[in-house]
Structures are given as structure tokens and as C-alpha cells.
């Protein structure tokens, strides 16, 4: 007996390319063509035969959806006529089915911890699976309710991440229409600016990440503020900037800005961001472990405008998010204070001309001029 191909892949749900068995017998009109082990969502057509001078020769068919998780499956052909069988085996090769995931607009921007206990936080999303299927001519729905969505916290300041698995809630709708709601939960949330993360992964579907920020607060006043100056990632051009921020039980004052510019040696304005809200400031202290220097921190998120050189003109886009890390060395004028932005425009694209490398503790910029300083107030 002969399969066609001895290799076939799918994504989970998603109908395989059709094999094609043939199998021979000298002295038999009957035969039966089985897998082994049987393989869920595919299956073994009946017969096609044909009588010819040798004896008879049968054709079969197997097809059917990869309803299997993640993984690679050895599988037995076996073509009996009752008394004597013959077998062959081909690979299926299951991929995670694409899915969707999108952030629900009504998360939290920052999250106040309560008096003397840190934070509980609540990220919810949205889990599709994508469409249009592809390829197109084998695509089928799987069943989205075993996807499995991760979410992780990642501080902006000193801390540790948090991942966790969330919980999954059916919404009406079936095929491609069916989506599950994600509810993400963290206990103990530690006072910080967060990166948060979701994807969708386990051994059925996959997604690419989405990524928000969330600030958790101390409803203690503070405030940070600052301006200065300081190289830019390239060593060639330079950056200014000042700002104040302040906060207290209900976030962040009308009044706070963020103002940041950059320019080229020749003095040539590259782009600039000013600051259209502040969502959320965080605040602590740390202790270097190379020098056992206490030093304060500040991470704070918001909207702004940004403007950036073009070829032939400036563009600007508006409801910009950015991101800034702050460390204050109460050492004003030492060039030990340092500074961390990252840039992304409204559809979550990094600017890359406004933005430094992550992780921010590690890639945060010496100051080379001017003073910032953060700090509780009384």
C-alpha cells in the first residue's frame, strides 16, 4: 500500500490537505482501510475499487479537521482484506490556531492602593479567533473556549514581574462569531508603573501580545518635578527637558506637564513631545546594590503630542502615549540622576526616534546638566 505524502500539517480546527491511500490485493475484492491510533476530527473515506487483470485496486481518501492539540502524531494507515494487512504511516504536524486579542477600553489608566495595603488590579480583553481563516480552502472554527490567555505585569521601576493564567468567560455567538472575554486578576500590587502584557497561548491557540501601561499609586501626596539636559542613545544629538508632576488621592493635578525635545549637534530641532495628560505617578525608594546608595524613583505614564522631522516637512500625531522612569540621587548637578522615556504612537507603534531600549533601570540615560528630584510631601 502507498499514502501519498508521508507529511501533513494544519493549524488546530483547520481541515488537512486530503491524503490519498492506494493499496493492491491479488485475491481480495474486500478490503478495509483504518488509523491507528484513530486520529479526532479525521477519517477514512470508503473504498473506490476497481477490478484489473492483477486482481483489485483500491483507492481511499482521509481528510477531516485537526481537532488535536499543539504536537506531532505518528499515525498507522492499515489496509486489511481479513487475513493479511499492510500498513504505512504518515506525520501530522498541528500548529496553534491564530488568534485575537484585544485590550477592553474600560481598563484603568492607575489603580490607588488602599490605606496601608497594596493594590488589587482587574485587566479584562476580548479572544476571537482570527478571521479570515487561512489558508482559506482548508480553514474551519476551532473552539475558541481553549484558548488560554497570559497576562504579565511588568514594573517600570524596582520590582519583580507578575504573570498569571486569566479566567475566561463565554460570550453568545458560535463558529467564527464565538469570543471569550478574559478577566485578568493581580492581588498585592505593589505601587509602580506597569507594562502590561497579554497574549493568548496554550496548546490549541496563539496571538501576538498587546500591551497597555498601568500605574499603581499611593494616595500619600508627592511629587516630582525637574528639567535638565542630557546625550542621547546616539551620542550625537542632545535632549531637553522639564517637567512637574504631582499626585494624591485622586491621581495626578490638572496642572502637570511632561516637555521633552530633541536636537542634533548642528542644533537642528529633531522632534519634540509635550504632555496633553498625566494618567498616574508612582513613587518609592531603592537601594543600589553596587554602591548601598538609597536613591529615590518616580515612574509616571500619559497622553501628549508629539512632533518629529520629516523629509520634507514636520507631521505631527496627536494622543501619543509615553512612559518616563526618573531616579533622583539627591545629588543635584553630579550628573548621577537618570532618565528612561519610552514613546508609542495611538495605535501602540514604538517611536523609535523618541523612545530608549528597555528594560528602564538598565538603560536609563545620566543626566549631564540641570536637577530632578522626587519625594513625598507633607
Not at 31 to 40: I, N, Q, V, W
Not at 235 to 263: C, K, L, M
Amino acid at each position: 500500500m502507498v499514502i501519498d505524502t508521508t507529511t501533513v500539517s494544519a493549524q488546530y480546527s483547520d481541515h488537512i490537505p486530503p491524503l490519498t491511500i492506494t493499496s493492491h490485493s491479488a485475491d481480495s475484492t474486500n478490503l478495509e482501510a483504518t488509523m491507528s491510533p484513530p486520529r479526532d476530527g479525521l477519517a477514512v473515506s470508503p473504498p473506490s475499487c476497481e477490478a484489473d487483470e492483477a486482481g483489485t485496486a483500491c483507492t481511499w481518501t482521509l481528510e477531516g479537521q485537526a481537532l488535536l492539540p499543539v504536537g506531532s502524531y505518528t499515525t498507522d494507515v492499515i489496509v486489511s482484506d481479513g487475513t493479511v494487512d499492510s500498513s504505512a504511516s504518515f506525520e501530522l504536524e498541528v500548529h496553534p490556531e491564530d488568534a485575537r486579542i484585544k485590550l477592553d477600553r474600560s481598563n484603568p489608566s492607575r489603580v490607588s492602593t488602599a490605606a496601608e495595603t497594596d493594590a488589587n488590579v482587574s485587566v479584562r480583553a476580548r479572544v476571537r479567533e482570527v478571521v479570515p481563516d487561512a489558508p482559506v480552502e482548508f480553514g474551519a472554527p476551532g473552539e475558541i473556549d481553549r484558548a488560554a490567555v497570559e497576562a504579565t505585569l511588568s514594573p517600570v521601576g524596582p520590582g519583580s514581574p507578575a504573570t498569571t493564567l486569566c479566567e475566561l468567560h463565554g460570550e453568545a455567538g458560535s463558529g467564527y462569531d464565538a469570543a471569550q472575554t478574559a478577566v485578568c486578576r493581580f492581588e498585592g500590587v505593589e505601587p509602580n508603573a506597569y507594562v502590561v502584557k497579554l497574549l493568548v497561548t496554550g496548546d490549541y491557540y496563539r496571538s501576538e501580545p498587546v500591551r497597555d501601561v498601568l500605574v499603581v499609586f499611593d494616595p500619600e501626596q508627592a511629587r516630582t518635578s525637574g528639567r535638565g539636559w542630557f546625550s542621547w542613545t546616539d551620542s550625537e544629538s542632545t535632549a531637553q527637558f522639564h517637567y512637574s508632576v504631582t499626585s494624591d488621592a485622586n491621581g495626578p493635578g490638572a496642572d502637570d506637564r511632561f516637555s521633552i525635545s530633541w536636537e542634533s549637534a548642528e542644533g537642528s530641532v529633531l522632534g519634540a513631545l509635550n504632555s496633553n495628560e498625566i494618567y498616574g505617578l508612582a513613587h518609592g525608594e531603592e537601594v543600589d546594590a553596587d554602591t548601598e546608595e538609597t536613591y529615590r524613583w518616580a515612574a509616571f505614564s500619559g497622553s501628549a503630542t508629539y512632533e518629529q522631522a520629516a523629509a520634507e516637512r514636520r507631521r505631527e500625531t496627536r494622543d501619543a502615549k509615553f512612559l518616563v522612569y526618573l531616579e533622583d540621587h539627591a545629588s543635584p548637578g553630579d550628573g548621577s540622576d537618570r532618565i528612561w522615556i519610552e514613546v508609542r504612537t495611538a495605535a501602540g507603534q514604538l517611536v523609535n526616534l523618541l523612545s530608549i531600549d528597555e528594560p528602564a533601570i538598565a538603560a536609563a540615560l545620566f543626566l549631564e546638566g540641570g536637577d530632578l528630584a522626587v519625594g513625598a510631601t507633607p
